[in-house]
């Protein structure tokens, strides 16, 4: 069993920015590809960020490119989000995602392909 906690969500202003972490707990060998995700109301859950074990290979939706930035510290089980020059756009709950395998190709941004979830942190851009 994989355990996910994330946290750092806030309100913010446009153009502000913010960090999240996920601490990963528990059975680690089927968190070892991670991934951050979003939904806001009424919308489908949307795939922001991956990364694969060794970090080495990151993996950002167009949505988001140029401003978040996925990182990982495996000594400390943990994945981080960089979120800078948010948007009211980037209102959502977000969400950290994990799961043994690593999809490919487009499917690293579909949430079927995660086994394991957090609660999410709530992340509120507005003026």
């Known amino acids: 069993q994989v355990h996910l906690v994330e946290s750092g969500g806030d309100s913010v202003m446009p153009g502000g920015t913010l960090t999240l972490s996920c601490i990963a707990s528990?059975?680690?060998?089927?968190?070892?590809?991670m991934a951050w995700f979003r939904q806001a109301p009424g919308k489908e859950r949307e795939g922001v960020a991956t990364?694969?074990?060794?970090?080495?290979?990151?993996y950002v939706a167009d949505s988001v490119k140029g401003r978040f930035i996925i990182s990982r510290d495996s000594a400390k089980n943990t994945v981080y989000l960089q979120l800078a020059s948010l948007r009211p756009e980037d209102t959502a709950t977000y969400y950290c995602?994990?799961?043994?395998?690593?999809?490919?190709?487009?499917?690293?941004?579909?949430?079927?392909?995660?086994?394991?979830w957090g609660q999410g942190t709530q992340v509120t851009v507005s003026s």
């Open positions: 528990g059975d680690t060998d089927n968190s070892r590809c």
């Open positions: 990364i694969t074990p060794d970090g080495n290979r990151r």
């Open positions: 995602a994990a799961d043994r395998h690593c999809p490919a190709g487009p499917s690293r941004y579909v949430a079927t392909e995660y086994a394991h």
